[in-house]
């Protein structure tokens, strides 16, 4: 919500400085964003008299122009706008400025032969405007050498504010005047629209089809308007907010949108078929909106229609087939109440923001109804001339009568700041609450049409499936707790929410509990030991574009959104490691081929709780970093095994406990690639190299990855340590080497050494790998080294013997190996 201190002050009569109100503001609720002094920028510019403007002597469309800036000689400025001439004002830029149109800083120049020292502005250098067909031409009393935003009231702050979505009142500049005079900050002047009388009837008429998405609605015609530019002072207040003024009948109902947070819209009569305007649903008809999109409705969209068509998606943007131009003649103004849930809805559907729709989903003033429309009336003979109608209605205005009770007592037990009971039945005065009953120790008062947030209807529906009995309970409780806790916001509110001593919570133990979860743990843990690795964390967004998501699994439709924040971010991830390879790739794109990534951030397999999966993915790209021990090689797939390994050994898992296998997903390479098992069945990891498809559609260099999957990972048992045994004896090596079938996986043969004699045997290593010639066809050998520590006393070589025994025929049973010779 942006307005500017001059129009804050048309409804609030204060003398307070700036910064006192822009702090009260953020101290009662209504957030500062930014505060915004246009004069800054516009400060070089001064007020210039144009004394000659020639031809230039070398060019056919500059003109070489001496011009008074009110201090010192003329100066000379070569212009080519056509509307220069001699004893116009226009402003002036002296060199050094920098043009805020543009985007340039001036400097003395010379252009084909003539020095130019400096630039008369036109409207869009400055910022100002869309025009740019000449020059800005000032009226002739215009004081030269004055600054030219202090002439033309520019030096007028921009204020904006964030707004809950519960403050529909906030969103005008009225409803932020009467909050910052109930703080004490100035008088709310009085405002009252008086009725302009029909002369006639009006040729068009109200009807409603669909009551429950627009209860009420009103309208009148004006005939004989000249529709032209807004008056000045009205185009500079929309402007200074960020709207472009279009037209004086457009600008007016824009005008309201803002300052009563009433949204209008005006017809063109000349452009509507048939008598009649209609509230309907829509049926699937397309129209051209104001916003310059096509605009498709559904059945669930409330729409204004004629009796040839659709023109307008109501309470969010008009039709540009029957909008106003300069050839308008006649015209309907609407004035209608919608749904604040339907509007939403359609305004997420259709992925329209409208200053309308911001207000209408939040809730207007029902009773500003009819004021509003006479304003509007007003403003449009005023400023446009014309004939004004009889007033034409549908429906009827919801009685929205409300009353609320506060107990003074619950300021302080609940609110926790001991407020005098005057103080907040003065407070709540002053916010439009009128006191219907008081007592020394309770306040019963009429709730404001305006505010929709206190005292309403319950929010939100009972949980489905709950007993209809509980149901009523918890509404009926709702209903009674719900508006003397917004009286008490209310008053808190005012006083100053910095005013509210902050209060501890409650210790629950004396001694404090954990700050993280153990999954919360895992995590830490996890990005600490990957960074260790030398990879760099991404923190990216859980969705990419349906098409991208496709190429790492399934895209139920379940998980694609409905309003994405862009076109290509439309589908939830099924890894991290989707998003890791974009990144990549915009790496690579870049001149950084070499990457190393990781993120820990969620994947999705379906919408339900358990569908959703924390992963620790990581992504190589690239070749390795060059060493003096090491040449540099591309990345393979047991660089993301060793990455993966690496981080179950970090999180406490026991390497003993662990298989790997070959199921990898599709987008893994086939041969160079598997997964990490505990057990036959709970999958903790998988890693590869990435499938050559998916390498050439995103265009990465050599990539291999590895998933973690953190909530598969088992709780560690609390179970008390033992000391640390350590054993006095010199542990004892033995190498084997055993030939098995091509097929057989050294993880099986390792597995079965290991299990030979679990109590002597402390640990089992893979040392060489041979597929050669002086091999029979289809085999392979594999050469281990098994680690045997004594515990008691030194081995003897009979035992040596009979150990190294139970190895080899642990092995040959489990893997059909052979000992080699």
């Not at 509230?279 to 009796?307: K, N, Q, S, Y």
């Not at 090491?630 to 406990?657: C, F, H, I, T």
Request: proline letters at 7%; glycine letters at 8%.
């Amino acid at each position: 919500m942006k307005f500017t201190l001059s129009w804050l002050r048309t409804h609030l009569d204060t003398d307070a400085p700036l910064e006192r109100l822009t702090d009260t503001l953020s101290a009662i609720g209504l957030e500062v964003e930014a505060v915004e002094n246009r004069a800054a920028v516009l400060a070089p510019f001064r007020i210039a008299e144009v004394i000659e403007a020639v031809q230039h002597p070398n060019a056919d469309r500059l003109r070489a122009c001496r011009v008074d800036i009110g201090e010192g000689a003329p100066v000379s400025v070569v212009c080519g706008a056509p509307n220069a001439r001699g004893g116009m004002k226009a402003v002036f830029a002296p060199p050094g400025s920098f043009i805020p149109g543009t985007g340039i800083t001036l400097k003395t120049g010379e252009i084909r032969g003539v020095v130019s020292a400096g630039m008369l502005l036109s409207a869009r250098e400055m910022g100002l405007g869309e025009d740019h067909a000449g020059i800005v031409d000032l009226p002739a009393d215009a004081p030269v050498g004055t600054p030219y935003a202090r002439w033309a009231g520019l030096d007028d702050p921009v204020i904006e504010i964030a707004v809950t979505p519960n403050r529909g009142d906030a969103l005008s500049v009225r409803g932020v005047a009467r909050d910052l005079a109930a703080a004490g900050m100035g008088r709310l002047k009085p405002w009252a629209a008086p009725p302009v009388p029909g002369s006639y009837p009006s040729p068009i008429v109200w009807r409603t089809e669909w009551a429950e998405a627009c209860p009420s609605v009103l309208g009148r015609a004006i005939r004989g308007v000249r529709n032209g530019p807004s008056p000045r002072w009205l185009a500079d207040r929309l402007i200074a907010i960020g709207l472009r003024p279009i037209s004086a009948l457009v600008d007016i109902t824009n005008f309201f949108t803002i300052d009563l947070g009433r949204p209008l819209h005006v017809f063109d009569i000349a452009k509507l078929a048939g008598p009649a305007l209609v509230m309907r649903r829509g049926a699937g008809e397309v129209f051209r909106g104001l916003h310059g999109r096509d605009v498709t409705v559904t059945a669930e969209d409330c729409v204004i229609a004629d009796a040839a068509g659709v023109q307008s998606l109501a309470g969010i943007v008009g039709g540009e087939a029957t909008g106003c131009d300069e050839r308008t003649t006649d015209v309907f103004i609407e004035c209608a109440l919608f749904d604040p849930v339907r509007i939403g809805l359609t305004g997420r559907r259709q992925q329209i923001a409208s200053d309308a729709r911001a207000r209408f989903e939040r809730g207007i003033d029902v009773a500003l109804m009819p004021a509003a429309l006479e304003a509007a009336t007003r403003m449009m003979l005023d400023h446009c001339g014309g004939e004004a109608s009889d007033v034409v209605t549908a429906g009827a205005a919801p009685d929205r009568r409300r009353s609320a009770r506060l107990r003074f007592a619950r300021l302080a037990s609940f609110g926790g700041a001991e407020v005098p009971a005057a103080e907040a039945v003065a407070i709540l005065e002053r916010l439009g609450f009128a006191v219907e009953e008081r007592t020394e120790t309770e306040l019963r008062v009429a709730v404001p049409s305006w505010r929709n947030d206190v005292a309403g209807a319950p929010a939100l529906d009972p949980a489905p499936g709950l007993a209809p009995e509980r149901a009523e309970r918890a509404v009926a409780g709702t209903e009674a707790i719900e508006p003397e806790c917004d009286l008490i916001e209310e008053v808190l509110r005012i006083r100053g929410l910095d005013a509210i001593a902050p209060v501890s919570l409650p210790r629950a133990a004396p001694v404090p509990m954990a700050t993280l979860t153990p999954a919360q743990g895992r995590a830490a843990l996890a990005r600490r030991a990957l960074a260790a690795r030398g990879l760099a964390e991404c923190v990216s967004f859980s969705f990419l574009a349906r098409e991208t998501a496709a190429l790492f699994g399934a895209t139920p439709e379940a998980l694609r959104l409905l309003n994405p924040i862009a076109s290509d971010l439309d589908q939830l991830r099924p890894t991290p490691l989707a998003s890791l390879a974009l990144a990549a790739r915009g790496n690579a794109a870049r001149g950084f081929a070499d990457a190393a990534l990781f993120e820990i951030g969620p994947g999705f397999e379906d919408d339900s709780l358990a569908g959703q999966r924390a992963i620790a993915a990581g992504l190589r790209t690239g070749m390795t970093p060059r060493h003096w021990r090491a040449a540099a090689r591309p990345v393979e797939w047991v660089d993301a095994k060793d990455d993966a390994l690496a981080l179950l050994a970090a999180l406490g898992v026991p390497a003993d406990s662990l298989t790997s296998t070959r199921e990898a997903p599709d987008f893994y390479h086939p041969g160079r690639s598997g997964v990490v098992r505990q057990g036959p069945k709970t999958v903790l990891a998988r890693f590869g190299e990435l499938h050559p498809r998916l390498v050439g559609a995103l265009d990465l260099p050599p990539a291999c990855a590895f998933e973690l999957f953190l909530d598969a990972i088992p709780e560690p048992k609390r179970r008390r340590r033992a000391a640390l045994e350590l054993s006095p004896f010199q542990p004892l090596r033995r190498d084997f080497a055993f030939l098995v079938e091509a097929s057989v996986s050294a993880e099986a043969l390792l597995r079965a050494a290991r299990g030979a004699e679990r109590g002597l045997i402390s640990g089992v290593a893979l040392f060489d790998v041979y597929e050669g010639e002086k091999l029979p066809p289809g085999q392979k050998s594999l050469a281990i080294e098994v680690t045997f520590q004594p515990r008691e006393r030194t081995f003897t070589d009979a035992e040596i013997e009979a150990l190294a025994a139970k190895v080899i025929a642990a092995v040959m049973k489990a893997t059909g190996a052979t000992l080699r010779g």
